[in-house]
T-cell receptor
Framework: EAGVAQSPRYKIIEKRQSVAFWCNPI?????LYWYQQILGQGPKLLIQ????????DSQLPKDRFSAERLKGVDSTLKIQPAKLEDSAVYLC?????????????FGNGTRLTVT | DAKTTQPNSMESNEEEPVHLPCNHS???????IHWYRQLPSQGPEYVIH???SNVNNRMASLAIAEDRKSSTLILHRATLRDAAVYYC???????????FGQGTILTVHP
C-alpha cells in the first residue's frame, strides 16, 4: 500500500512569512494527525482529525497555526506568521481509527527552517 | 510529560540481540505499551505494542513485566538497519495522542 505522502520535503522561509504543508494519508484511514518534531526531541502532537472533524487541537498554537481536512482525506497545515522557534520537522500520520490495534503510519515529514 | 523513562543511548554489535528497557512505573491498568522507531531522516515507524502479555512479531519481541511497571523491547539479531531512535510510549484511551519522549538512540556496530 502507498504510504503517507507529504510535501514539500524541505522549506526555508524568513520569519514573519507564511508557509503551508500538505499531507495525503493512506487511503481509507479516517484519522489524521500532525506532529511537530524539534531537533533532538520526540514528536509532539499538534492536531488530530477524525474524518474532517477536529478531535484534539489542544497543543496547536492557534494564534499562528491552522489546519484543515475539508473532505476528510488530505490535509494542510499552515503557519502565519512564522517564528524562529517554528523551525522543526512537521510530520503527518494516519491510522484506521483510534483503537490500540491500529498503528500510526507516518510520512517522512517536511523540514522547515525559519531564518 | 512522557511518563516513560528510557536510557539516552545504547550500543550493540551486528547480529547480536539487543534489549531496550523502558520504565513506566505509573502506568494504569488500561494503558498499552507501544514501541516506535525512527530511522534518520524518516518518520517514526511502528514496531510493536502490548498490554499484559509478551508479544512477538516479525520485527521484535516485547516483554512486559508482571507488575507492568517496565518492559523490554527485544531485537533478536541486530542489523545495521536497526540503528535508530526507539520510543517507548504509554498509550491511553486516546491512542492517537501519543506522547513521545526523547527515546533511546541505538547504535549498531558492524
Amino acid at each position: 500500500e502507498a504510504g503517507v505522502a507529504q510535501s514539500p520535503r524541505y522549506k526555508i522561509i524568513e520569519k514573519r512569512q507564511s508557509v503551508a504543508f500538505w499531507c495525503n494519508p493512506i487511503s481509507g484511514h479516517a484519522t489524521l494527525y500532525w506532529y511537530q518534531q524539534i531537533l533532538g526531541q520526540g514528536p509532539k502532537l499538534l492536531i488530530q482529525f477524525q474524518n474532517n472533524g477536529v478531535v484534539d487541537d489542544s497543543q496547536l498554537p492557534k494564534d499562528r497555526f491552522s489546519a484543515e481536512r475539508l473532505k476528510g482525506v488530505d490535509s494542510t497545515l499552515k503557519i502565519q506568521p512564522a517564528k524562529l522557534e517554528d523551525s522543526a520537522v512537521y510530520l503527518c500520520a494516519s491510522n484506521e481509527g483510534a483503537g490500540h490495534n491500529s498503528p500510526l503510519h507516518f510520512g517522512n515529514g517536511t523540514r522547515l527552517t525559519v531564518t | 510529560d512522557a511518563k516513560t523513562t528510557q536510557p539516552n543511548s545504547m550500543e550493540s554489535n551486528e547480529e547480536e540481540p539487543v534489549h531496550l528497557p523502558c520504565n513506566h512505573s505509573t502506568i494504569s491498568g488500561t494503558d498499552y505499551i507501544h514501541w516506535y522507531r525512527q530511522l534518520p531522516s524518516q518518520g517514526p515507524e511502528y514496531v510493536i505494542h502490548g498490554l499484559t502479555s509478551n508479544v512477538n512479531n516479525r520485527m521484535a519481541s516485547l516483554a512486559i513485566a508482571e507488575d507492568r511497571k517496565s518492559s523490554t523491547l527485544i531485537l533478536h539479531r541486530a542489523t545495521l538497519r536497526d540503528a535508530a531512535v526507539y520510543y517507548c510510549i504509554r498509550g491511553g484511551t486516546s491512542y492517537g495522542k501519543l506522547t513521545f519522549g526523547q527515546g533511546t538512540i541505538l547504535t549498531v556496530h558492524p
